[in-house]
């Protein structure tokens, strides 16, 4: 069966930090992977997203950048953290095709202070 | 391009009453649909989805959900609450092959 992990699952962070946050699928192959952030009380907002190694498309510009560096492993990650950054950051994959659940994974919450 | 309102960013039921959170999606082309459920610090987890196999879907936890194209919706309902289901609720609708997410739902559930 299909997993997913993320981690850390809590990350305190001072503004102007680096942040790496990893997720990685299990028992699946090429699947689409995708971060999400939620800030309280926003809902559920894309950041990236990337069918294939190598291949990311950005949703939002800011200051984040996403690698996909192997087909089950997607790194989101930033260079100076900003207060906005904190959030609630959560890694999904699903197959290509139409009809596909997406399965998220259980979520790192990062407060930057 | 498909998309998904949800309407009420928060419900309040009593337990064992009617749980109906609503959803209407816009789409040109028949449409993917699911529901997902968020209990908090936690990853979405998939309640049911629709995929034009049948109108009325039946899910996990005895939730259901009904696909209506004349009115556009696919609102999600149970006929008696229980304090678990205490979450937060999204509506989601494929579009152009990735999944577009509704502002969501906060279900409270008052003893």
């Known amino acids: 069966s299909q997993t997913i992990h993320q981690w850390p699952a809590t990350l305190v962070q001072p503004v102007g930090s680096p942040l790496s946050l990893e997720c990685t699928v299990e028992?699946?192959?090429?699947?689409?992977l995708y971060w999400y952030r939620q800030a309280a009380g926003r809902g559920l907002q894309l950041l990236f997203y990337?069918?294939?190694?190598?291949?990311i498309s950005s949703e939002v510009p800011q200051n984040l950048s996403a690698s996909r560096p192997q087909d089950r492993q997607f790194i989101l990650s930033s260079k100076k953290l900003l207060l906005s950054d904190s959030g609630f950051y959560l890694c999904a994959w699903r197959l290509g095709f139409q009809a596909d659940t997406q399965y998220f994974g259980p979520g790192t919450r990062l407060t930057v202070l | 391009a498909q998309s998904v309102t949800q309407l009420g960013s928060h419900v309040s039921v009593s337990e064992g009453a009617l749980v109906l959170l609503r959803c209407n999606y816009s789409s040109s082309v028949p449409p993917y649909l699911f529901w997902y459920v968020q209990y908090p610090n936690q990853g979405l987890q998939l309640l049911l989805k629709?995929?034009?196999?049948?109108?009325l879907v039946k899910g996990i936890n005895g939730f259901e959900a009904e696909f209506k194209k004349s009115e556009t919706s696919f609102h999600l309902t149970k006929p008696s609450a229980h304090m678990s289901d205490a979450a937060e609720y999204f509506c989601?609708?494929?579009?152009?092959?990735?999944?577009?997410f509704g502002a969501g739902t906060r279900l409270t559930v008052k003893p």
């Open positions: 989601a609708v494929i579009n152009r092959g990735d999944m577009r």
């Open positions: 990337s069918v294939g190694i190598g291949q």
């Open positions: 028992g699946t192959s090429n699947p689409n």
């Open positions: 629709y995929t034009s196999a049948a109108t």
